[in-house]
Every structure is written in structure tokens, then in C-alpha cells.
């Protein structure tokens, strides 16, 4: 008889795989490991964090909680379980988990993550998000000012003023629609533009026609490196647009790289660092009172701070799908982890008030058989069949973007709105449903429909919001108007101040005149 393969041996395997980058092959030799009933705590963890790598997060879960029933306060299982959860949606839970470790541990890449997920967790307040990412930046300043060659910028500032923006997606034209048609309309005759690149791989710069503005590679650089290097600039403003989709790069701002530092585009709370002068935003999403939540200083645009473009190639748009087979289609092409179980609460009450109405999802997470049945389960337990639930794969942008043909309205994400996704439903004929909510991560969609004139689209309160779907869904005089929308809604949206990049152009350059003349300067 051929002797049982020693679990040692299988365990060293795994690890071989896992090290050369076969994710698979290593999972493959793991399940040897549970199939003989020999798995610990650790070939459960490593186990999960193979699972959530290659986005098999429902799984994953399973694999971290029996390494908790292992050992409860597994600090490393159990902040990946948090990951896991959050990966589907189930934000509230895993923010729980994550500050409890956090508190416990205090070790910086917790606070750092629940920094990250704070504004979509609903269940926290303004002020508890400040507190967070108060804190996440303490631990970044104490870094900064013990690890790194620390020194300030000057305060002195050029004539013409010189500003650099900097951000880590500057090739993902969708992402970036606000952005680079601010960039291209920029007035480079009483301002220097740099665009300063913070990823690790080649932009796409065809997207960048202002041949005044002068661009810089800088994601190979440290903080202090960068720091020093944008002094040697004399940049005067210094713009950040990647916030906590790159968190370890706000210690740059720790060093006063320039003598104004501002926040903008991916910024939809505070930073936390008082480093950082102003954010900028509009009214619309900066509600009554809430700027005491904000370590900087608000700036107003006249016009949506998400004012955009679609310069990249996107499909026509397609007719009405209600039109053509007589059944209501809803959607959402959302990040998994914006559809949290609030969030299907509300569309399961939309669906049971509309009957025959369907709804579609789309995402990368949604590639999962078990992330699929996980989220359908779900929709179950709220008393939905699940075969009124159209689930479509991942695909090319484009591609990706053909799936509003089949879409009559697109249902917003709450508290953690869509931005790129509202803009890529409106630009394809699809009206976007909201509600104005407690937050500026909140109301983002409701900034972009308002100053596109689709205030119809923008509910006052959750239960406006099912109310309203429900009235669009079962009214089929409202389907003629629905279409006749979509036809008209690329010429709607071209006329409206929500693609004027010329009118964002000129509120922004006319803030960075008003903080130069501003005590700013006088920071230390």
C-alpha cells in the first residue's frame, strides 16, 4: 500500500506554489491537506487568502472561520475574514471586525484599512469617519518624521502660480473622466500645469492634449523623495486625486510638499490630515453643518466637482429594452462591495412592489459561482425569487458597457454611491435612481444628476427612492418617457453644465488664485 503523503511535505508544496505565483496549484495541494482532515489553523488561513486572491470570496469566508474556531483572536484570519466580507458587500460586519482589532492591536495596516472603507460603512457617523482617519494619519506622521529625511516647503509662491496634480489612474481614461478633460481645458497662460504619474507602469498619455502642461513620473519615488523632488519643482499647489485608493501616499503630504496641498476627484470625506489645506466639492455634496467632520478647508465649485467626459469609445446607445419586450428592467453594474444587505433590503422591496420586473448585476466579483450564489441567497432571504436576478460576467469595458442596453433604470448604491458608474449609465441613456443621503460618499450621484437636469431621478429619502422605482416600473406611461430620455440623453447631457470641463476649469483655477491670496502660506 502506498504510504499517506506526509502533511509536512504537502504543506512545504503548497508554499512552493504559492511563492512561484500558481495560486491554483497551491489551492489544489491545500485541498490534500482538508480532504485527509490534517489542516490547522494556518493551512486555513493560508487557504483563505489563496481564495480571496483569486476573488473567491464567499469561499474564503468559509476557510477563515474555521480557522477562528480554531483560535478566536487570530489577528491575521481574522482581518482577512473582515477583507471577505467587505469584498461582498457585508461593509457593516466587516468594519465591526476590523475596529475591533484595531483597538486591540492598534498595528497601522488596521487602521489603515478600516481608514480606507470608513465613508461606505453605514453605520458609521461623520465623526466617527474623522476619528478614524484622524487617527490612520497620526501613524503616518510619526513615520514620516522618524523614518524619512524630513524637511517643509517654503511658503513663497511663483508667478505664474505652478500646479501639479497627482494620481495613481491616470491611464484609466473611464475612471479618470472628470480629470483629463479639466487637465486639457486648463488655461496655461496664467497658471503651470505638471501632471505628476504615481503608478508603477507607463501612462496612456494620448489622453493628454494640452501640450503646455508638462507631465512627471513619480511612483518609483519614496515620500521624502517625492517631497523633495516637487520642491525642487517650486510647485505652489499641489493637488492629490488618489486619496485612500492609494493611502500610503498621503504621507507625501505630511512633508508640506508644496505650500498648499489640496484634495480632489477621489476625495468624498476627509482625509483626516491636517497637512492637507482644503478639499474641494460643491454644495451639493457638502451638506449643512458638516464641514466640522473635515480636517481641511471646503472649497466650492459653481459646477459638479465630478463635471465630465466621455473621450473614450463607448457604444451607442441602444432603444428602451421595456419598449421592445414589455417587461421593466432594473440594474446596477456597481462594485460588489458598494451592494451591502441595506442595500438589498431596499431593492427586494422595489421588486416585490413591481411585479414581473427584473434586475441586473453585473461586477468582477459576480465571476464567482459561490460569490453568485452568496449574494442570490441573499435576495432569497428576503422573500425574492432569484430567477428574476440576471447575473452577466465580466467583459471589456466596452463590452461591459453594452450590458445598459439591456437596463431601463439603473438603481443607485447607498451610502457609498456610484461616480464613474452614474456617469457611465447616464452617458448610455439610463437614468440613474438615488436618494440624497447623510453623506458626501452619499450624494455623489446626486451632484452629477442635478447639474445634468435629472433631478427627477433624485428621491429625498430611502423610502422616495423604492417608491419611485416602483411608480417607474409599474407606469407604463412613464416607459414612453423613459425612452424618449434615452434617445435624447447624450445631446441632454452635452447641453448641461455637468460636461462643461471648461466652466470646472475656470472654478478651479479661480480657487487656486483665492488660497494664494489666503493665510494658508502661513502653515508651518
Not at 503548497?14 to 495541494?29: F, M, P, T
Not at 487617527?135 to 509662491?157: K, M, N, P, V
Not at 466639492?281 to 465649485?301: K, N
Request: proline fraction near 4%; include cysteine; glycine fraction near 4%.
Amino acid at each position: 500500500m502506498k504510504a499517506q503523503t506526509p502533511k509536512k511535505k504537502l504543506r512545504e508544496e503548497a508554499e512552493k506554489l504559492h511563492a512561484s505565483n500558481d495560486i491554483l496549484g497551491a489551492l489544489r495541494v491545500l485541498d490534500q491537506i482538508i480532504d485527509r482532515d490534517l489542516a490547522d489553523l494556518e493551512d486555513w488561513c493560508l487557504t483563505g487568502e489563496l481564495l480571496a486572491k483569486v476573488g473567491e470570496f464567499a469561499e474564503a469566508i468559509g476557510a477563515y472561520e474555521r480557522c477562528l474556531d480554531l483560535k478566536s483572536d487570530h489577528v491575521q484570519g481574522r482581518f482577512e475574514y473582515g477583507r471577505s466580507l467587505y469584498n461582498l458587500g457585508h461593509v457593516d460586519k466587516a468594519a465591526e471586525e476590523i475596529y475591533r482589532l484595531a483597538e486591540s492591536t492598534n498595528l497601522p495596516h488596521l487602521w489603515q484599512s478600516l481608514a480606507t472603507i470608513a465613508p461606505g460603512v453605514p453605520q458609521f457617523s461623520l465623526q466617527r469617519v474623522y476619528e478614524i482617519r484622524q487617527r490612520y494619519a497620526s501613524f503616518i506622521r510619526s513615520e514620516c518624521e522618524l523614518r524619512e529625511g524630513f524637511r517643509r516647503a517654503s511658503a513663497s509662491i511663483s508667478q505664474p502660480i505652478r500646479v501639479a496634480y497627482i494620481s495613481a489612474h491616470w491611464s484609466q481614461a473611464n475612471y479618470m473622466k472628470p480629470v483629463w478633460p479639466l487637465i486639457n481645458a486648463h488655461d496655461c497662460n496664467r497658471f503651470d500645469f505638471f501632471v505628476l504619474d504615481d503608478s508603477s507602469s507607463e501612462p496612456a498619455w494620448s489622453w493628454l492634449k494640452n501640450r503646455r502642461v508638462e507631465r512627471c513620473m513619480v511612483g518609483s519615488l519614496s515620500n521624502s523623495e517625492l517631497a523633495k523632488r516637487i520642491q525642487e519643482m517650486k510647485i505652489d499647489i499641489l493637488v492629490d486625486l488618489s486619496s485612500y485608493s492609494k493611502p500610503l501616499r498621503l504621507g507625501l503630504f505630511v512633508h508640506r510638499a508644496a505650500p498648499i496641498q489640496m484634495a480632489w476627484f477621489n476625495a468624498f470625506a476627509t482625509n483626516g490630515f491636517n497637512e492637507i489645506d482644503f478639499i474641494v466639492g460643491d454644495r451639493t455634496v457638502m451638506g449643512s453643518g458638516e464641514e466640522q467632520f473635515y480636517a481641511e478647508r471646503f472649497l466650492e465649485l459653481p459646477v459638479s466637482y465630478l463635471t465630465f467626459q466621455t473621450e473614450h469609445d463607448a457604444p451607442a446607445v441602444a432603444a428602451a429594452p421595456v419598449k421592445t419586450s414589455g417587461q421593466f428592467t432594473f440594474g446596477c453594474l456597481a462594485t460588489q462591495y458598494k451592494i451591502t444587505p441595506q442595500v438589498i433590503a431596499a431593492w427586494s422591496e422595489i421588486l416585490k412592489n413591481s411585479r414581473g420586473t427584473k434586475l441586473v448585476l453585473a461586477n468582477r466579483a459576480l465571476k464567482s459561482s459561490c460569490n453568485r450564489e452568496f449574494i442570490l441567497n441573499s435576495f432569497k432571504l428576503h422573500g425574492i425569487d432569484v430567477q428574476r436576478i440576471q447575473i452577466f460576467p465580466p467583459a471589456s469595458h466596452f463590452e461591459f458597457l453594452k450590458y445598459y442596453d439591456r437596463i431601463d433604470v439603473a438603481l443607485d448604491v447607498f451610502p457609498y454611491n456610484g461616480g464613474t458608474t452614474t456617469m457611465e449609465a447616464i452617458w448610455q441613456g439610463v437614468p440613474v435612481l438615488t436618494f440624497n443621503g447623510d453623506r458626501w460618499a452619499s450624494r455623489t450621484s446626486r451632484t452629477i444628476l442635478e447639474f445634468a437636469g435629472l433631478d427627477r431621478f433624485v428621491a429625498n429619502d430611502r423610502e422616495e427612492y423604492i417608491e419611485t422605482a416602483t411608480e417607474l416600473a409599474t407606469d407604463q406611461s412613464a416607459w414612453n418617457e423613459l425612452a424618449e430620455l434615452r434617445r435624447e440623453m447624450r445631446e441632454r447631457l452635452l447641453k448641461s453644465s455637468v460636461t462643461d470641463s471648461t466652466a470646472l476649469a475656470r472654478g478651479m483655477e479661480d480657487i487656486f488664485q483665492k488660497v494664494v491670496q489666503s493665510d494658508v502660506c502661513s502653515h508651518p
